[in-house]
């Protein structure tokens, strides 16, 4: 008898999963969510991110592994699914030693070494010489990585899990509980619920998880071409704001960001940090405004999404609640793309132990 699955959620961690999933044999999926691919809104973080890989997670930590798990997939996608979004993409991390010690040089310590460990997974990774940094950058290193336009890549997720018969309907839940209710499957009794709620998940009745919180990302998103994507350690403007360019696959606009507000949960863009950002933004990547300041810059729209930051990383767990068969995926942070097939195919992996735990010994 196949199994009767709800996922909670079609971000790019639900999608994801209800995706994989459906690769399997034995299930009938069914995504319940309150925010769909098309929609914008604060509790729906996917839409919002850039998204690229860059990744911030510590070697040897299941982050990592996550995310090394996830670059075999995207690059596979950026060469040959054009459809889906993606293309590869340049990404110059940059490094100023005055940010040692601040928090978004913290954060991003892996990423600002010289040999980190995706050195040997993403293509040219390498040193840039000094000689061609730009005035105050200290160091800088290069690599190939993917941009996905998630205005093309969240549909496309959703239409592959069509193809391969999951099921959609919009709902909301109170409780956890709430998604075994009769009806809440087409086909019947539910007999597992994949959690992929997001930052949501510090509210769903059930889980509750207080460590979950938001880290506010403010971003303006304008007509202008980056040519590659750039980083850097750290802004003079202040501990949580940050400065990032990059251009999305498939005319999906370049990406101006940003900030890492912890706590926020403000939605509406401040204009002033909107202005921070795009003055940050020419400084740093002139080929924006050919040189010119950011009157040059064509804006599409300015934007907010809250990252869903979890103390101690993603929960990817088991767990019944009441009499409920539960999987967690979420609480990603400000990685939900670049480790979301490494997330997935745990979270997969942990939904076929609950059916067929001997299989496995
Ligand atoms: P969400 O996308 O928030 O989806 C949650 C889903 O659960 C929604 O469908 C929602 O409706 C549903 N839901 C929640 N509660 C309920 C309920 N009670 N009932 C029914 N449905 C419910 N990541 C990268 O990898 N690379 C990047 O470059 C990058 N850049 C970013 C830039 C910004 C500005 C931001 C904000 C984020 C960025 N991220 C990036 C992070 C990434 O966007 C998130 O990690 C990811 O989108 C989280 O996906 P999710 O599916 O877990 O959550």
Same mark, same amino acid.
């Given at each position: 008898m ?6 909670? #959620?079609?971000?790019? !961690?639900?999608l994801?999963?209800? /995706?994989?999933l =459906?690769k399997?044999?034995?299930? @009938?999926?069914?995504?319940?969510a309150?925010?769909m691919?098309?929609?914008y ?6 839409p919002w991110a850039g998204?690229?890989y ?8 299941p982050?990592?592994?996550w ?6 997939p995207?690059?596979?996608l ?15 991390i940059?490094?100023r030693?005055?940010?040692i #010690?601040s928090?978004? !040089?913290?954060?991003?310590?892996? /990423?600002l070494? =010289?040999n980190?460990w995706?050195? @040997?997974?993403v293509?040219n990774f390498?040193?840039?010489p000094?000689?061609?940094l730009g005035?105050?950058?200290?160091s800088?290193?290069?690599?190939t990585?993917?941009?996905i336009?998630?205005?093309?890549y ?7 899990c069509?193809a391969n018969?999951?099921?959609f ?5 109170e ?30 009745g059930g889980?509750?998880?207080e460590?979950?919180v938001?880290a ?7 007509r202008n071409?980056?040519g590659?994507?750039l980083?850097?350690?750290g802004?003079?403007d ?8 990059m251009?999305?696959?498939a005319?999906g606009?370049?990406?101006l960001g ?7 949960w403000e ?8 202005v ?11 080929s924006l405004?050919?040189?010119k ?14 990252r869903?930051v979890r103390e101690g ?5 088991r ?21 979301s ?21």
């Amino acid at each position: 008898m196949p199994k009767n699955i709800v996922v909670i #959620g079609a971000g790019v !961690a639900g999608l994801t999963t209800a /995706l994989l999933l =459906s690769k399997r044999p034995g299930y @009938k999926i069914h995504v319940a969510a309150k925010h769909m691919p098309g929609d914008y809104d604060i509790e729906y973080a996917s839409p919002w991110a850039g998204a690229n890989y860059m990744p911030v997670s510590i070697s040897g930590t299941p982050a990592a592994k996550w995310d090394s798990n996830t670059w075999g997939p995207l690059a596979d996608l950026a060469q040959n699914h054009p459809e889906a979004g993606f293309h590869f993409q340049e990404c110059e991390i940059h490094s100023r030693a005055k940010d040692i #010690g601040s928090a978004t !040089a913290t954060w991003f310590a892996e /990423l600002l070494s =010289s040999n980190p460990w995706f050195a @040997k997974v993403v293509p040219n990774f390498r040193s840039l010489p000094k000689e061609s940094l730009g005035p105050g950058i200290d160091s800088a290193t290069s690599f190939t990585s993917v941009c996905i336009n998630t205005a093309i890549y969240l549909p496309w997720l959703a239409s592959q899990c069509l193809a391969n018969g999951v099921t959609f309907k919009r709902a909301t839940f109170e409780h956890i509980r709430d998604a075994t209710a009769p009806g809440a499957h087409p086909s019947g009794k539910v007999d597992l619920v994949v959690n992929c709620t997001g930052l949501m998940a510090s509210k769903l009745g059930g889980v509750e998880d207080e460590t979950v919180v938001p880290a506010r990302g403010q971003i303006v998103i304008v007509r202008n071409e980056a040519g590659k994507m750039l980083d850097v350690s750290g802004t003079d403007d202040g501990d949580n704001e940050a400065c990032y360019v990059m251009t999305r696959a498939a005319g999906g606009g370049t990406i101006l960001g940003g900030s890492y507000q912890k706590g926020n949960w403000e939605s509406q863009p401040d204009p002033s940090l909107a202005v921070r950002i795009m003055k940050r933004a020419v400084a740093m990547c002139p080929s924006l405004t050919d040189g010119k300041g950011i009157e040059h810059l064509d804006i599409i729209r300015h934007g907010v999404g809250l990252r869903p930051v979890r103390e101690g990383g993603t929960r990817i767990e088991r767990e019944t609640i009441g009499n409920v068969r539960v999987v967690h995926n979420y609480g990603a942070g400000g990685a939900g793309y670049q480790s979301s097939y490494g997330c997935a195919q745990d979270a997969v992996d942990l939904i076929e132990e609950v059916f067929e735990p001997r299989s496995r010994l």
